[in-house]
């Protein structure tokens, strides 16, 4: 079993739609929680950041954090043809050094 | 001025060769990682070290070897290369410690990797 799991997509939306997208992972002890976006041939680069339950919002962006269900989600309102990426969700386990990566969604919005 | 810089962008090579990244990082940050992305665009992490002592090495085939001759440098060498090994390599870097917003990965370019 992978330490961090997410639907590989393509999820495709249309502009001005809500995007959700969703992660699971393994590993209890997990301590932080991150959402990278990925452009085609670029380096990721982080959107968000979640340390505890309940939602976090960050302009159009807002993760979302239920460790009981060791789950994490991200969703991107009023999405925009800009937001076509690939998203990557990263956790940072018990070992704050180790950081594991899903293999990420890709977005795809539609204008 | 960048914070997280890589050389070589593209590296295109034959088979058995060896080769070397080298990373550098003005964040201030102790800890450095190099990442292996494939074409599935899975990153899988490779090294990591803090303050110049190896302190995660994963299952990696030994024709790998980090170096860190600094907590602001991070090099990669490769052995014997090998088809399996194209792919990218990302080094990134962040700070230790318990703090929720010490950690956060802060990633360079990336290393894009052609073995022929």
């Known amino acids: 079993q992978k330490e961090v799991e997410q639907n590989s997509g393509p999820l495709s939306v249309p502009e001005g739609a809500i995007a959700s997208l969703n992660c699971t992972y393994s590993d209890r002890g997990s301590q932080s929680f991150f959402w990278y976006r990925q452009y085609s041939g670029k380096s990721p680069e982080l959107i968000m950041s979640i340390y505890s339950n309940g939602d976090k919002e960050d302009g159009r962006f807002t993760a979302q954090l239920n460790k009981a269900s060791q789950y994490v989600s991200l969703l991107i309102r009023d999405s925009q043809p800009s937001d076509s990426a690939t998203y990557l969700c990263?956790?940072?386990?018990?070992?704050?050094?180790?950081?594991?990566f899903g293999s990420g969604t890709k977005l795809n919005v539609k204008p | 001025d960048t914070a997280v810089s890589q050389t070589p962008k593209y590296l295109v090579t034959q088979m058995g060769n060896d080769k070397s990244i080298k990373c550098e990082q003005n964040?201030?940050?102790?800890?450095m990682y190099w990442y292996k992305q494939d074409s599935k665009k899975f990153l899988k992490i490779m090294f990591s070290y803090n303050n110049k002592e190896l302190i995660i090495n994963e299952t990696v085939p030994n024709r790998f070897s980090p170096k860190s001759p600094d907590k602001a440098h991070l090099n990669l060498h490769i052995n014997s290369l090998e088809l399996g090994d194209s792919a990218v390599y990302f080094c990134?870097?962040?700070?230790?410690?318990?703090?929720?917003?010490?950690?956060?990965?802060?990633f360079g370019a990336g290393s894009r990797l052609t073995v022929l």
């Open positions: 964040l201030g940050h102790d800890t």
């Open positions: 990134a870097s962040s700070s230790s410690g318990r703090a929720s917003g010490a950690n956060v990965l802060t």
């Open positions: 990263a956790v940072r386990g018990n070992n704050f050094n180790k950081f594991y």
